[in-house]
């Protein structure tokens, strides 16, 4: 099936700074992503949908200029957290849609511990 | 909003049938009803999608109540690799995904 990956698949970054988080999609082009965070034994939260070419659409609560996404090629959408803080540490997933367009693929996810 | 309701949990004996029930009330008629599964630290995977008819594939079989108001995955032999939690979500053509709680299904060997 269609492959989603991520990178790093876990970053440890200290407070204040920015860290990147990669979201690919291995053998198809997918031309809308999302993006989400799980918190432990929480279920997955939207955050933001990641459109090629145009401006992010980010969900009721998430800081657009804190979750800063680009989704600047067909297979590649990424995600940086600004000035991080310990609140933000959180597993951060990504999904695209499949070549078919009716299923959604997942990303490994990516551990984020802010210290 | 999810709209969709799960039970929290459910037990099944290894290489027993396993029906998992979703309810989606609120379902519109462009709703795809999806199902994917999560390990721990892993990324959902996916299972099984439908929109009106019974769906069939390698790993499970999905059942769609005729007024689409509920449905249930079925496993067909659970082994102990499908312990995982499982999601029932609705998603139109846009294909955002709002999560429930899903239902943690634990394998008894």
């Known amino acids: 099936g269609a492959v989603v990956s991520q990178h790093p698949s876990r970053v440890i970054c200290k407070s204040g700074t920015s860290v990147k988080i990669e979201c690919r999609s291995l053998d198809f082009q997918a031309t809308t992503m999302f993006w989400y965070r799980q918190f432990p034994k929480q279920s997955l939260m939207l955050m933001a949908t990641?459109?090629?070419?145009?401006?992010?659409?980010?969900e009721q609560g998430v800081e657009k200029d804190k979750f800063l996404i680009n989704h600047a090629s067909l297979t590649l959408s990424t995600l940086t957290v600004t000035s991080a803080h310990p609140e933000d540490s959180s597993f951060y997933i990504c999904s695209a849609n499949g070549p078919s367009g009716n299923t959604i693929y997942f990303g490994e996810g990516s551990w984020l511990t802010v210290v | 909003d999810a709209k969709t309701t799960q039970p929290n949990s459910m037990e099944s004996n290894e290489e027993e049938p396993v029906h998992l029930p979703c309810n989606h009330s609120t379902i519109s008629g462009t709703d795809y009803i999806h199902w994917y599964r999560q390990l721990p630290s892993q990324g959902p995977e996916y299972v099984i999608h439908?929109?009106?008819s019974n769906v069939n594939n390698r790993m499970a079989s999905l059942a769609i109540a005729e007024d689409r108001k509920s449905s249930t995955l079925i496993l067909h032999r659970a082994t102990l690799r499908d312990a995982a939690v499982y999601y029932c979500i609705l998603s139109d053509t846009g294909n955002q995904f709002y999560f429930g709680t899903g239902t943690s299904l634990t394998v008894i060997p």
């Open positions: 990641s459109n090629e070419g145009s401006k992010a659409t980010y």
């Open positions: 439908g929109l009106t």
